[in-house]
């Protein structure tokens, strides 16, 4: 289904993004993947196998997103998988960190879907990223909570205003991948134990886990203005 079709996922050389690639690479996709990290782009590549273009990327830059698309061309599927992210006490979080979280978040998958919409060929689709805590309040996340939240409504209007381009929704729960990477093992063994007794699952999700929903959101034609909540049930519990 995805034979030959161009797919291009910004934050596609780590964790959800780079397993998405891999995935899609399988089923005969031309893969494009953007990140900021030359270096994480060049590992990426060594990993995978297929026809795979990458190119650096900061997508807070507007004018660098713009230019972007207008070197990579048309293209049938778009996923935003990049992300930065962070948490802390509402009253003391600094407040630069809260607007950069933003930038990272909010602002670079707009411009994305902004300029990368005009790129798009029939029957494309748009892959946006929220994340559990727009549906599930959790202290010390009031800003990323009101980020994913506006990813989420966002990706639902699109899914009206860019029709018909399908546009959708990932929101995913705790999963593990290299974004904890810098957490002291045990410290991160601890959390993810903690979290998993909680779930209805009792686990932890994979990066493989939220590829899958991503291709399913990616592949389905008549899917469009839905939030794939895949989160092992953490946001009902």
């Known amino acids: 289904?995805?034979?030959d079709k161009h797919i291009i996922i910004i934050g596609g050389s780590s964790g959800i993004g780079i397993?998405?690639?891999r995935?899609?690479?399988l089923q005969g996709a031309r893969v494009t993947i953007a990140s900021r990290s030359e270096e994480k782009?060049?590992?990426a590549k060594a990993k995978l196998d297929g026809n795979v273009t990458s190119y650096i990327l900061?997508?807070?830059?507007e004018t660098e997103v713009k230019d972007f698309f207008e070197t990579v061309g048309p293209?049938?599927?778009?996923i935003v998988t990049a992300a930065e992210t962070s948490g802390g006490a509402f009253l003391t979080t600094d407040t630069a960190q809260d607007r950069q979280m933003f930038e990272n978040k909010f602002w670079g998958q707009y411009y994305v879907a902004k300029y990368g919409a005009l790129k798009?060929?029939?029957?494309?689709?748009?892959t946006l990223f929220s994340g559990v805590v727009a549906f599930k309040a959790m202290v010390g996340s009031a800003i990323l909570g009101a980020i994913n939240a506006a990813v989420a409504n966002l990706g639902k209007t699109l899914a009206l205003e860019l029709a018909p381009i399908r546009v959708n929704v990932v929101s995913p729960g705790i999963i593990d991948t290299p974004a904890r990477s810098k957490m002291p093992a045990d410290m991160r063994d601890s959390?993810?134990?903690?979290v998993a007794n909680k779930l209805p699952v009792q686990r932890i999700g994979q990066a493989e886990d939220v590829a899958k929903g991503v291709l399913y959101l990616v592949t389905n034609g008549f899917v469009t203005g839905t939030v794939l909540h895949m989160d092992g049930g953490h946001s009902i519990i």
Do not use: C, V, W
């Open 75 to 78: 293209l049938d599927h778009l």
């Open 19 to 21: 397993e998405t690639a």
């Open 41 to 43: 782009l060049r590992k």
């Open 58 to 61: 900061d997508s807070t830059q």
């Open 1 to 3: 289904m995805l034979k």
């Open 23 to 25: 995935l899609a690479l």
């Open 191 to 194: 959390f993810y134990n903690g």
């Open 120 to 126: 798009i060929l029939p029957k494309g689709s748009i």
